[in-house]
């Protein structure tokens, strides 16, 4: 058992990565042990459509070509299952972002590796299930994997090992959300359960990147709040490099998978108000500079998210009245 370095007096450039790796390891060594107590192994293939398959053309002479009309789920579920997969496909990517930065042994290492096999589960099952059911063009969707995989991933953390666990507490909240709003839009049961079994993992992971987040404050409460603030601010999803993203990205705004008003409610404001972090007191000037400006972006993003929300309900109208005319 490891024992945790004392919380340092003075600049926070006091606490370096391996400084906190080492005070923060009882705390990943705990909640990993949660974590496993609570998660569920489940078996992807149980979540896949079989017997809706058959075979493409290429090597099989009784090969049938993929139509759009083969499949059951809605345009927009269509759209947001290939961006949530090739989120999911460049997990190799994302293992050795986080194993370069928490490192790959002891219980930060013994996480990665967990961490790293639950996630693979959802691109299998993703992949099988619109494979089977038919339900994107699986020559295209190749190309945008090769594509994506080929360009790789670098995050916008900083390098920074606090960057990165305030960086992955949120995003794990935003794929969780992003996953089940679009098993919503779907159209399909099938997807609809198989997205609700993936965003049950996410919600897990972002529990434990949340209470590492939190161990993080207590320890370096300025630094902490620092990476935080950044994170916010310059928050993008991971799949932002895919081909046809912004594209992608407006279609899901617009069809309310994933936009401002839901980053701001149900992801940022949920992860802020349950570590209370613009309560936090005790700060010295960076930090509490930081939390002033990580107040004044939630209250702009807000206002932001009203000004969409008011296109969104317009844009509505707008299509209710030409529907009805």
């Not at 219980?107 to 339900?135: F, Q």
């Not at 020559?139 to 594509?147: G, I, Q, T, V, Y």
């Not at 390098?159 to 089940?180: D, K």
């Not at 401002?260 to 930090?287: F, N, Q, S, T």
Request: glycine residues 8%; hydrophobic residues 40%; charged residues 25%.
């Amino acid at each position: 058992m490891t024992i945790p370095a004392p919380r340092l007096a003075g600049p926070s450039a006091e606490w370096t990565d391996a400084r906190l790796l080492y005070a923060l390891e009882e705390v990943v060594e705990t909640e990993l042990n949660r974590h496993l107590k609570v998660t569920k192994d489940w078996m992807p293939h149980e979540y896949v459509p079989w017997g809706d398959g058959r075979n493409f053309p290429g090597f099989f002479e009784d090969g049938e070509a993929w139509d759009p009309g083969q499949s059951k789920v809605s345009d927009l579920g269509k759209i947001a299952l290939v961006v949530n997969l090739l989120t999911e496909d460049n997990l190799p990517s994302y293992h050795h972002e986080i194993a370069a930065l928490f490192g790959r042994d002891g219980a930060w290492g013994t996480w990665v590796h967990r961490w790293t096999a639950e996630e693979g589960r959802h691109g299998i099952v993703m992949r099988d299930y619109l494979l089977a059911s038919r339900a994107v063009d699986p020559d295209k969707l190749e190309r945008f994997r090769m594509a994506h995989m080929s360009e790789g991933f670098e995050s916008d953390n900083r390098h920074s090992m606090l960057h990165t666990v305030a960086y992955v507490a949120f995003q794990e909240l935003a794929t969780r959300v992003s996953h089940r709003n679009t098993g919503h839009h779907s159209g399909d049961p099938v997807c609809d359960r198989m997205l609700a079994r993936i965003a049950t993992d996410e919600n897990l992971h972002m529990v434990f990147y949340r209470n590492l987040l939190k161990a993080a404050f207590e320890l370096a409460p300025d630094l902490t709040m620092k990476s935080v603030r950044d994170v916010v601010v310059d928050f993008r999803m991971p799949g932002h490099g895919m081909p046809g993203f912004e594209r992608a990205a407006a279609q899901m705004a617009i069809g309310e998978v994933y936009n401002l008003r839901i980053h701001h409610d149900d992801v940022l404001a949920p992860v802020l108000r349950y570590l209370k972090v613009l309560e936090i007191d005790g700060l010295g000037p960076e930090g509490l500079k930081a939390q002033e400006e990580l107040g004044l972006y939630m209250n702009g993003l807000d206002s932001e998210a009203s000004k969409f929300d008011e296109k969104l309900a317009a844009r509505k109208a707008r299509l209710a009245a030409r529907a009805a005319g």
